[in-house]
């Protein structure tokens, strides 16, 4: 009988162990919260697609570098940024920052994809929600690796930062 109870309790404790891991990317990426921002940025491209956004874009260079940026401001009937880009970078880092937003202007997903002069290749994408909480970072590294700890710098005021001053972008 007692080694019936040993038994029972060592598959408890690694029952318990198993239970604290992580989720996994496939079963954070299938969560109905997330489902709901990949249904939001696909709405947002294909209001994009029918015209239905109006863009705006300007051109700029960060003072004392030579890094520039296209940056690119979508905004709905009612005025609301929908979407924001930047596009650029210097000799030695290409940056790609595309942000959605829902129609009560809560930033809901945002990609970055940067790209190194040694072949690497780093890419996020940031899931919130509704109310603008974190909710999944999926990440990927193609390349020899770079090092790089730059943190990812989240636009929460789009139409600020499109008509403000150019900025190095990571």
């Not at 930033?107 to 109310?131: I, P, S, W």
Request: proline content about 4%.
């Amino acid at each position: 009988m007692t080694s019936f109870i040993r038994l029972f309790l060592l598959s408890l404790i690694a029952l318990g162990a198993w239970a604290d891991e992580p989720p996994t990317r496939e079963l954070m990426l299938s969560r109905p919260e997330i489902e709901e921002v990949r249904l939001l940025k696909a709405d947002i491209n294909a209001m994009l697609e029918r015209g239905e956004l109006k863009k705006q874009t300007n051109k700029c260079t960060v003072e004392g570098t030579s890094a520039e940026y296209d940056r690119g401001l979508y905004k709905d009937k009612q005025g609301v940024a929908r979407r924001y880009f930047v596009d650029g970078g210097s000799v030695d880092m290409m940056v790609r920052m595309e942000y959605y937003y829902d129609d009560k202007a809560v930033l809901r997903y945002m990609h970055r994809q940067r790209t190194f002069a040694n072949g690497t290749r780093k890419e996020e994408g940031v899931y919130f929600g509704a109310d603008g909480t974190h909710l999944f970072t999926d990440q990927s590294e193609t390349g020899p690796g770079y090092p790089d700890d730059t943190l990812i710098e989240f636009i929460l005021e789009p139409v600020e930062d499109f008509s403000g001053p150019c900025r190095e972008q990571a």
